[in-house]
């Protein structure tokens, strides 16, 4: 079963305006990574929060972990077009190997 | 420079055959990973390689084989396909341990279709 859900299934915002998504997984963690997919293009890594970091920052993203809610949320602010693609969280779950278990999702659609 | 790629982006077949799909990295990586994402866009790990040996091995129909000639090569063989092995399927890589073992670079994805 998939680990995480993410919420919104989808986004739809205007360029400048802020988008946040949020992903919640079942197990415990020793990480939690964002990535960004473009349509009919693989998996590119945003950021990795580790289970003992509370909020981290890159550019324009910034994302926020809270383990006793087993929740992450993923914010861009000062969205672009260029942001449109669907956004994943990801956790390493408790495999080892770097068994990655992804959620379903946010696709984010931003407007000129 | 292609990170990692795949081969062939697309693949239209019929039901009950045989096809294999390739990928190859050159980042240097020793760790290798195959992922089917399904129409609703859900990712799910089949397989990884470290070094050649198999240490992810996730409930997937032995149809599906992976092999591994060397740690940058990683190849997926499908026998007797059904309609149900359409999706699109990843290749990605990273290093086994280290500060940025994490970080897995996906290749393009092959769009397998069954007819």
């Known amino acids: 079963s998939q680990q995480g859900e993410e919420d919104p299934q989808a986004l739809s915002i205007q360029e400048g305006e802020n988008a946040t998504m949020n992903c919640s997984y079942k197990t415990s963690i020793n990480n939690l990574q964002w990535y960004r997919q473009n349509s009919g293009r693989g998996l590119v890594h945003l950021i990795l929060?580790?289970?003992?970091?509370r909020e981290k920052h890159s550019g324009r993203l910034r994302v926020t972990l809270d383990t006793s809610k087993k929740s992450s949320s993923l914010l861009i602010t000062a969205s672009r077009a260029a942001d449109t693609a669907s956004y994943f969280c990801?956790?390493?779950?408790?495999?080892?190997?770097?068994?990655?278990?992804f959620g379903a999702g946010t696709r984010l659609a931003v407007h000129p | 420079d292609t990170a990692v790629s795949q081969t062939p982006k697309y693949l239209v077949t019929q039901m009950g055959n045989d096809k294999s799909i390739k990928c190859e990295q050159n980042?240097?990586?020793?760790?290798m990973y195959w992922y089917k994402q399904d129409s609703k866009k859900f990712l799910k790990i089949m397989f990884s390689y470290n070094n050649k040996e198999l240490i992810i091995n996730e409930t997937v129909p032995n149809r599906f084989s992976p092999k591994s000639p060397d740690k940058a090569h990683l190849n997926l063989h499908i026998n007797s396909l059904e309609l149900g092995d359409s999706a699109v399927y990843f290749c990605?890589?990273?290093?086994?341990?280290?500060?940025?073992?994490?970080?897995?670079?996906f290749g393009p994805g092959t769009r397998l279709t069954v007819t």
């Open positions: 990801a956790t390493d779950g408790s495999g080892g190997y770097n068994k990655l278990i």
């Open positions: 990605a890589s990273s290093y086994q341990g280290g500060p940025r073992s994490y970080e897995q670079y």
């Open positions: 929060i580790r289970s003992n970091e």
């Open positions: 980042l240097g990586h020793d760790t």
